[in-house]
């Protein structure tokens, strides 16, 4: 069963830094395309960073760059985000997503995604 399973999340003060991870299992996606979503209250599931299978394709939404920082460690089967400078814009469920057949292309949307995560909670205080 595959499972991609995040942590990281939680509460900081505007201008804090997280990393969120996501440890994948049930088979490995060292050349898949794995990416980072988020959904605030209200609001569509967007994508945040995505990244191919070496890294050296790298996609970031127009509000995180700068800010944030995708990678991966194939051997682990874990991608993080590192998330620096957050606002209470940032504050949303993050999910984890990996496609299933693209190692190179980077899909932006939800549907290009096959496997996902449960979402963690990221919550930024004014």
């Known amino acids: 069963q595959v ?30 395309v794995m990416g980072w979503f988020r ?35 194939n051997a682990k089967n874990t991608v993080f985000l590192q998330m620096n400078s957050l606002t209470s814009d940032d504050t949303a469920v993050y999910y984890c997503a ?7 292309y980077i899909g932006e949307t939800m549907r290009e995604y096959d496997f996902w995560g449960q979402g963690t909670q990221v919550t930024v205080s004014p």
């Open 3 to 32: 499972q991609l399973v995040e942590s990281g999340g939680g509460l900081v003060q505007a201008g804090g830094s997280l990393r969120l991870s996501c440890a994948a299992s049930g088979r490995t996606f060292s050349r898949n």
């Open 39 to 73: 959904q605030a209250p209200g609001k569509e599931r967007e994508i945040v960073a995505a990244i191919n299978w070496s890294g050296g394709n790298i996609h970031y939404a127009d509000s995180v760059k700068g800010r944030f920082t995708i990678s991966r460690d």
């Open 98 to 104: 990996a496609q299933q057949h693209s190692q190179d």
